[in-house]
């Protein structure tokens, strides 16, 4: 008797020729390369360390195109972006110690937003592994112990012959939901010596799939169905499941307001009726939410920014589906579903059949945004609010954005309209400055199609300012708007507000116009009226670009504390 797990696919002729007869010449190197050709990849990203030489041998001989960044960290961000923008898993190419370790903060931000990254290091030679200290150059007495934390799954390749496995392994758990970033590590010995293992040319994987279980979305419908108050928070697990329409589906359905997160910026359309687009921050919102009887909460571990800095305390019933258990019921109780979003709003789609009427649910919707317009209206914020309209007219609408942790990101999370799923992202996962430019450079790698906008305060530009060189060597289409107002502005802020002065905050810079024309990238200098003009003429012209705003811009006043 056969069973299907029995089956094996024969090689053909030519394949056994060619694994009898390897190509001369190849190493451990080859190995890897080969292995992420294998498994789909085209792109990979990352810069060399003296480790790590055999694999950047070795992409002299393979078809993946090589994007080389200045610094680890950036390079992680460029990767992360090219996750968030393809769903595919984006190798990382790392050398062992410093260099590696310069990529952690990367690496935690693409854990937040659940973007898939492929992280490959060198490691010190095989017989220095193991905790001794051998005083090989970069030794770590366990470099993967300083990942484990901070990536989903971490795996070392300790001979040759486990590299293939180890990487579909990785790749695999990489793009399983929720998709997050992984380590694999490889000595220095292995990656550089000859190799006679056959050439790598098998490199399915599955990624399994994590479908709600059937009895708890029954009850979940039933919730929906019966609710008098039904509201959606939709949150980042959404916009990476591609599950933007079966949202929209279904809240049209139920007729449910609908609240998108930061992370899920886009997951709902900004300007239709049951949109109450991302004003999570404002107190008129969470008393919306609160007085939901059901709150159906899509891809989201209500964290921090989500819940108006855990001030939000729901009355009604919460059914929560989330594909990262650890967020499951974190924050609240709730009828925890543990699904990927997209399958999880499908099961929904097919149990709720009779679709809800609710005609004052759009009207609900108009008196929480014009209350919130009204409560921003009475700070005297025109410039920020001018400034911010002016980037969303000067952006075509499919252009993707990325957004740093400065004052006008701050704004753009509540009051951006993205236009479209997946093309508004920022660093709000893990907080770190220096995203926006890396991430752009990967995203616009990602698809040449679209200009692509970085948006940057001074004090986070001038993290990623070495990644100019990158932009002007591979001619990516970035525009890279930097808003300088002498420091850390938002730091500023926090510190006059909690202190009553602040300290540290000031950083007399540079002449970022000067700076970009010595990497040969031509830079503008704006102002708030020519904002709009001098955007979109930047992310007209082919390359990269430079427009800088001197402008100190402020927040709006918080509601958590009220």
Do not use: C
């Amino acid at each position: 008797m056969t069973h299907d797990h029995d089956l094996v696919l024969r090689p053909t002729a030519a394949q056994t020729e060619a694994a009898l007869n390897p190509p001369s010449g190849r190493n451990g190197g080859d190995l890897v390369v080969e292995s992420l050709a294998a498994l789909g990849a085209t792109t990979v990203f990352g810069l060399p360390g003296q480790h790590a030489l055999g694999v950047f041998d070795a992409l002299r001989r393979s078809d993946l195109r090589y994007i080389g960044l200045r610094v680890e960290n950036n390079a992680g961000f460029a990767a992360d972006a090219y996750g968030r923008v393809t769903g595919e898993a984006a190798p990382l190419l790392l050398s062992t110690g410093p260099g590696a370790l310069t990529s952690l903060a990367a690496l935690q931000e693409a854990r937040a937003a659940s973007a898939p990254v492929l992280a490959i290091s060198s490691q010190v030679p095989a017989a220095g592994l193991g905790g001794g200290r051998h005083g090989y150059l970069h030794e770590l007495p366990d470099q993967a112990a300083s990942f484990r934390g901070v990536v989903k799954s971490v795996h070392t390749a300790r001979t040759q012959s486990q590299i293939p496995s180890a990487i579909a392994e990785a790749w695999t758990s990489a793009l399983t939901v929720p998709h997050g970033p992984v380590w694999v590590e490889i000595p220095q010995d292995v990656l550089q010596a000859e190799t006679s293992i056959p050439v790598v040319t098998g490199g399915d994987t599955f990624p399994e799939e994590l479908p709600p279980r059937p009895e708890l979305t029954a009850v979940a419908a039933d919730l929906l169905a019966r609710a008098e108050r039904p509201v959606i928070i939709a949150g980042g697990g959404v916009v990476r499941a591609d599950a933007s329409k079966k949202l929209r589906q279904l809240a049209e359905r139920l007729q449910a307001p609908v609240v998108t997160t930061y992370g899920g910026k886009g997951a709902f359309p900004w300007t239709h009726p049951l949109s109450l687009q991302s004003w999570l921050e404002d107190r008129h919102t969470t008393d919306f939410l609160e007085d939901a009887d059901v709150l159906l909460v899509i891809g989201s571990g209500l964290g921090e920014l989500s819940s108006n800095y855990h001030t939000f305390a729901p009355r009604g019933r919460v059914i929560q589906i989330e594909a990262d258990l650890g967020k499951l019921e974190s924050n609240h109780p709730a009828l925890g579903i543990h699904a990927d979003a997209r399958l999880g709003l499908q099961a929904l789609l097919e149990t709720v059949e009779e679709p809800r009427t609710d005609p004052t649910a759009p009207e609900r919707v108009r008196e929480v945004l014009d209350k919130v317009r009204a409560r921003i209206a009475s700070q005297e914020l025109t410039l920020e609010q001018d400034v911010l309209a002016a980037v969303r007219k000067a952006l075509p609408s499919r252009a993707p954005s990325f957004w740093d942790m400065t004052i006008l990101a701050y704004w753009a999370w509540s009051a951006f309209d993205p236009k479209a799923p997946n093309t508004m992202h920022s660093a709000q996962g893990a907080g770190g400055l220096g995203y926006a430019f890396p991430a752009a450079l990967g995203a616009a790698a990602a698809d040449p199609t679209h200009p692509v906008l970085a948006v940057s305060g001074d004090g986070g530009a001038l993290y990623s300012i070495a990644e100019l060189a990158t932009a002007r060597q591979y001619g990516l289409n970035v525009t890279w708007l930097i808003v300088d107002d002498g420091g850390y502005g938002i730091l500023r802020e926090y510190m006059t507000d909690a202190f009553g002065q602040p300290t540290a905050t000031d950083l007399p810079g540079p002449d970022f116009v000067a700076l970009a024309e010595s990497f040969g990238v031509p830079g503008v200098r704006t102002s708030p009226e020519t904002l709009e003009t001098d955007l979109a003429k930047a992310l007209a012209a082919p390359g990269p670009s430079v427009v800088v705003l001197p402008a100190a811009l402020r927040m709006f006043a918080p509601t958590h504390r009220d």
